[in-house]
């Protein structure tokens, strides 16, 4: 399913930030979802994801308590709200749908569809 992000952009440090996922054909409701985020020269890497119901999230250790994954499979898109965001935060984050039988996934191979990635830039 074609995926597209958005949202990203240059905010000071503490600030928040929400990015968006939109997808459009296929059935969204089947597939769980992910963010991931990438820097020049750096593997993609995991940075949260949700089932298909949203009610099953899951995050990696440096974004828990700051970031929250959301779905609404009514309108086809899943959410990235970042606060208290950080310097080390500044990358290009993407989203990415899998429709294995998994509940979620924090690897890349368990994604199918990738978006076009959407940068973030946090300044001190």
């Known amino acids: 399913i074609p995926l597209q992000a958005s949202g990203g952009g240059l905010v000071q440090a503490g600030c928040s930030l929400r990015l968006s996922c939109a997808a459009s054909g296929g059935t969204f409701s089947s597939y769980f979802m992910g963010w991931f985020r990438q820097a020049p020269g750096k593997e993609r890497e995991f940075v949260a994801t949700i089932s298909r119901s949203g009610g099953t999230t899951y995050y990696t250790d440096s974004v828990k308590g700051r970031f929250t994954i959301s779905r609404d499979n009514a309108k086809n898109t899943v959410y990235l709200q970042m606060n208290g965001l950080k310097l080390e935060d500044t990358d290009v984050y993407y989203c990415?749908?899998?429709?294995?039988?998994?509940?979620?996934?924090?690897?890349?191979?368990?994604?199918?569809?990738w978006g076009q990635g959407t940068q973030v830039t946090v300044s001190s």
């Open positions: 990415a749908a899998g429709r294995s039988d998994r509940t979620y996934g924090s690897s890349r191979v368990a994604y199918d569809y």
